[in-house]
């Protein structure tokens, strides 16, 4: 059976299921079989960036007023 090449965008959708914590037992082991390692890390990193930036800006906008 060939393994498919997953795609970065694929491995950001997997990343932000696993932030929000729903995700199907299916979908886990689908990801496992096709998903980059590298892909992964690097996706984990940008998402908890886009995290943290969000609270920053709803911490400045509660604070400013």
Do not use: C, N, P, Y
Request: proline share 0%; charged share 15%.
């Amino acid at each position: 059976m060939e393994k498919k090449k997953s795609t970065f965008m694929q491995s950001m959708k997997a990343v932000m299921w696993g932030f929000l914590g729903v995700r199907k037992k299916s979908g886990l082991q689908e990801d496992v079989a096709t998903l980059s390692f590298v892909h992964i890390i690097i996706a984990g990193v940008v998402g908890a960036l886009i995290f943290m930036a969000i609270l920053l800006l709803i911490v400045k906008a509660v604070v400013s007023h």
